[in-house]
């Protein structure tokens, strides 16, 4: 297996310890086109968990899954002018089918808009249909970028996209903030992720958005990540692609349309957040193996052990795994179970048998507890439980602790989630940018003079350096 264990630390080579935490805890394993990676079974559980929990979610509000085809032609994608500008360095063509050249390039679907809204178009007929709500759950291809990241960066991602047709602006305004707010409790609830929801400011919103929304991550390397985005389209799209319908008055009107999604950064952004230099600190709620089972074996009492831990693992209603492997000392399991993140470890020797009792281990915090065998289905629940929130309440302390208010430039700190009024104008964005390396990630409700040119504020905004 090559050298065990994580060997960098977390706070020295943030960079390098991401890396091996991917590989060494078996979350991603590289392929051989550059940026694009395998997803490993162990973070394949954590993104269908996510899957489930937004899809029951989005479908109590009418949203009905679907996929288009993953090949846009280039006319399409030219239609928003806007929209094809802010993607045109990051699309990926296809020219050639065989050893025939095609007729008109085809781009390999970074974003599904321009596909989808052709269709809309010939479904969309009369103000009785509406709001119609479509989401496909696909893969996405990004090719802008020459330092790709593991989830954060990669050049093929799995997401969501939800895409959706409203008669009136107040419909699809509150679509967009009801999306968000699922976002953000999906990410708090599973991934035990805080973050700053709030809208992008004009300069960072989707491209041929009227507005976008977003919820946004501080990580503990001092950049920031973007969560998930909830936009909210106007008639921008509905125009160019002629998405019509018939009003109460029997008058054709363009309808407002809104696109939302969140994808496979989620995971990395988990691995960074509550990751330790033993490697992965997994939510409970999304961890493939909540619970592993590792017994202390001797020759003399090898059978006694082993009939009390398969009686603990047939007794406990999670997700459990017996570790009976005979080529690997103890503390070796220890060690390969506390680097692939799973949440409680239960030791039993001979002598816990002997006292009818295990060895509980909390891997976020380290914490071990003797327990009587007859309660150790009820403890583990409550351990679940009280780690999923903790893990949460040390995250949200984090990004607490990590935020600084300030009034003028001078006081900006680097590596540093900083809040400030702002006038939003992108002349103060650009000085930002230049001088600090950061950006908007956010904007909130706020009224004063900005921090910067005393102008007139549009709201306070959170700057930071961002992936």
Not at 54 to 62: C, N, V
Not at 315 to 336: A, I, Q, S
Request: hydrophobic fraction near 35%.
């Amino acid at each position: 297996m090559g050298e065990v264990g994580i060997t960098a630390k977390k706070e020295g080579d943030f960079s390098e310890w991401y890396t091996q935490v991917l590989q060494k805890a078996e979350m991603i394993d590289y392929s051989p086109v550059s940026g694009c990676y395998v997803i490993r079974p162990n973070s394949m559980f954590i993104w269908e968990q996510v899957q489930k929990w937004f899809d029951r979610e989005i479908q109590k509000i009418g949203v009905q899954n679907a996929y288009f085809p993953l090949f846009i032609p280039e006319s399409l994608l030219k239609k928003e002018e806007k929209h094809v500008e802010g993607f045109a360095p990051e699309v990926a063509w296809v020219t050639q089918g065989g050893d025939s050249k095609l007729p008109e390039r085809l781009a390999i679907r970074p974003t599904s808009e321009t596909i989808m809204y052709h269709t809309f178009s010939k479904w969309v007929q009369s103000h009785k249909e509406l709001p119609m709500r479509i989401n496909q759950w696909c893969n996405i291809v990004r090719w802008e970028f020459k330092h790709p990241t593991p989830f954060l960066r990669a050049r093929e991602f799995l997401w969501q996209e939800g895409h959706t047709v409203h008669a009136t602006k107040e419909s699809a305004d509150e679509e967009v903030y009801h999306i968000l707010d699922l976002y953000e409790q999906l990410l708090k609830e599973l991934l035990a992720l805080p973050c700053l929801k709030g809208r992008k400011s004009v300069d960072e919103k989707f491209a041929g958005a009227d507005y976008s929304t977003s919820c946004e991550v501080y990580m503990p390397n001092g950049k920031a990540v973007q969560g998930c985005t909830s936009h909210a389209l106007g008639q921008n799209f509905s125009k160019p692609f002629n998405i019509q319908f018939l009003n109460e008055k029997g008058e054709n009107e363009h309808a407002f349309q809104n696109s939302w999604g969140i994808s496979t950064r989620t995971i990395g952004m988990m691995i960074m957040m509550h990751g330790d230099d033993k490697g992965l600190v997994l939510p409970p709620r999304v961890a493939a193996t909540q619970v592993v089972i590792v017994p202390i074996l001797f020759e003399d009492t090898r059978d006694a052990v082993l009939k009390a831990a398969k009686k603990l693992e047939a007794d406990l209603k999670v997700r459990v795994h017996l570790d009976t492997r005979d080529d690997y000392t103890p503390g070796w399991k220890f060690n390969e179970w506390e680097m692939k993140g799973v949440p409680i470890r239960i030791e039993i020797g001979p002598k816990d048998v002997e006292h009818k009792q295990c060895v509980m281990v909390r891997r976020d915090t380290g914490e071990k507890q003797n327990v009587p065998l007859d309660q150790v289905p009820a403890k583990v629940t409550q351990l679940l439980e009280s780690i999923q929130n903790d893990m949460l309440t040390k995250a949200e302390h984090f990004m607490k602790d990590a935020t600084v208010d300030i009034d003028s430039l001078k006081q900006f700190e680097e590596g540093k989630l900083v809040r400030a009024l702002w006038c939003e104008l992108p002349e103060c964005h650009e000085q930002i940018k230049e001088k600090f390396g950061a950006k908007c990630l956010t904007m909130e409700e706020g009224e004063g003079k900005c921090f910067m040119c005393g102008k007139p504020a549009k709201g306070k905004a959170y700057f930071a350096k961002s992936y």
